[in-house]
């Protein structure tokens, strides 16, 4: 692991300059400061902290004196932003929070000028160090000793750390998930015997935790969540997914394990390595034709993929019929497990874009392709062209998730679809109904239509007509092939 280099015993961390500039003017004006939190972890680990937070003895009126620019972001609590060359940096009093009730807030907020106190209030060692270029790392809770063992431990005792916030637990899965750690045996106690309280933490929080898990190098601590009871409060339907069998010879797993490692299959896609799925069993050209697509895929598209292969086969359970031989069949799930996805991801606050997205997705994951050039423009017509690069994926991650007898034949099915793909793509056949060389317009205006519904049936039996032969689409063919159609 890339640990900063340690000289004697002071760690050396360089800081953003106006992460410096702020501690130095605070030191300057007499009080304490040190960059805190989860910006030190990252940076002792070799990762580029997201955002820096910096911790400090003065009041929030004084920050405030000090800076000519700040937003008060959270002053009840201590919170001054500083902005600085049109930047924003936390800056926050060290504190003692009081009795929690709701585990989520504090009933009270007490400031302090000892950093000790204020460390003590954090959620696990790791996140609960600073820094300054005076006095060096402060570690009070061995978080460096945890970030050695690769281990997520809480600060104190675990049982009071998420009893102040619920939503601690999931962040301990997540961040196992993130930095490959596992986690300590009290903490995940702890987790156990409270996993029902996060059903006081809202659907926004809880949302953004597994959002970052679903993506993180061994998302596979999703079974972390199940196990420790967490899943049955804020997803009880993969609860059901791990406890399904599916008695099938494509299937070798539980629909829900099934769906876990598919995960972890598009994440390895994406460069992403987790250490619980076998990346070995990942054909050359495969892996070749997945990365093709992953490159070009956004942040949020790797994260609608990632919902998609946890929720694709929701449906199997609901949908599933043992035949007189004992095997298992899942007829329809594509059409249940859509459903289901759309009231799960509603429930938990996903946005528009990414319910719809995944929706389709699901939808079409288990299409078979017919082996034409013409097979895959009706495909494009009926999918849409724009989600078949995802869709490649979805059903790649999808396969090298079932029985690896199988894989072969289904494989194979995928690349040569592929190469279909290409090919309809590049001849610029038209697949949808602005593509055509005749309007709605044209056949009012030109020959004599009655404007109306009749008219989008009449276009999308002309673009039926032109996707079995694309030398069709010219508007005097067209109109003529209308006319017929009219009379």
Request: glycine share 8%; proline share 3%; charged share 25%.
């Amino acid at each position: 692991m890339p640990f900063l280099e340690e000289v004697g015993i002071v760690m050396i961390i360089k800081l953003p300059e106006d992460v410096s500039l702020i501690i130095h003017i605070l030191e300057k004006a007499g009080y304490e400061a040190y960059a805190v939190g989860g910006c030190i972890r990252d940076k002792v680990l070799g990762r580029v902290p997201q955002d820096w937070d910096i911790t400090t003895s003065a009041r929030p009126q004084e920050i405030k004196h000090l800076f000519k620019k700040t937003i008060d972001t959270g002053i009840q609590h201590g919170t001054v932003t500083v902005l600085l060359n049109h930047t924003g940096y936390e800056v926050t009093t060290y504190r003692i929070d009081g009795e929690y009730e709701d585990s989520r807030h504090p009933n009270s907020v007490e400031f302090t000028d000892n950093l000790r106190l204020d460390l003590e209030r954090r959620d696990f060692t790791i996140n609960a160090m600073a820094y300054n270029d005076t006095r060096g790392l402060i570690d009070e809770f061995m978080g460096m000793e945890d970030i050695k063992a690769h281990m997520i431990r809480c600060v104190g005792d675990a049982g009071a750390r998420f009893d102040e916030d619920a939503l601690r637990m999931l962040r301990a899965v997540r961040f196992s998930g993130q930095l490959g750690f596992r986690m300590e045996e009290n903490t995940r106690q702890a987790i156990v015997e409270r996993a029902g309280n996060l059903k006081n933490i809202s659907a926004e929080r809880i949302r953004t935790e597994l959002s970052k898990l679903l993506v993180s190098k061994d998302a596979g601590q999703l079974r972390e969540a199940y196990r420790t009871g967490m899943t049955k409060v804020f997803l009880p339907e993969l609860d059901i997914m791990m406890e399904t069998e599916q008695k099938n010879p494509h299937h070798i797993y539980t629909v829900g394990e099934h769906a876990v490692r598919s995960v972890e299959v598009l994440n390895y896609l994406f460069g992403r390595y987790s250490g619980t799925w076998d990346s070995g069993i990942v054909p050359e050209n495969i892996r070749k034709l997945a990365g093709e697509f992953t490159s070009q895929f956004t942040q949020k598209q790797h994260l609608i993929l990632s919902i998609v292969m946890l929720l694709h086969d929701a449906g199997k359970p609901e949908t599933m019929t043992i035949d007189e031989k004992g095997v298992g069949h899942f007829y329809g799930h594509q059409e249940e497990s859509e459903g289901m996805a759309s009231r799960i991801l509603k429930r938990l606050t996903f946005d528009n874009e990414t319910v719809a997205t995944a929706k389709r997705l699901i939808r079409w994951h288990d299409y078979h392709y017919g082996s034409t050039v013409k097979s895959m423009r009706k495909t494009l017509a009926k999918i849409g062209a724009d989600l078949m690069p995802m869709l490649f994926v979805v059903q790649i991650s999808d396969i090298l998730a079932q029985n690896p007898d199988t894989f072969e034949p289904k494989l194979a099915g995928i690349l040569e679809a592929a190469a279909l793909w290409k090919e309809v793509i590049a001849s610029g056949a038209a697949l949808e109904l602005k593509d055509l060389q005749v309007t709605g317009s044209d056949l009012i205006n030109e020959l004599g239509m009655e404007p109306g519904p009749e008219i989008g049936k009449i276009l999308k039996s002309i673009l039926d007509y032109v996707l079995e032969d694309p030398a069709r689409n010219r508007k005097d063919i067209l109109l003529t092939y209308a006319k017929g159609i009219g009379n």
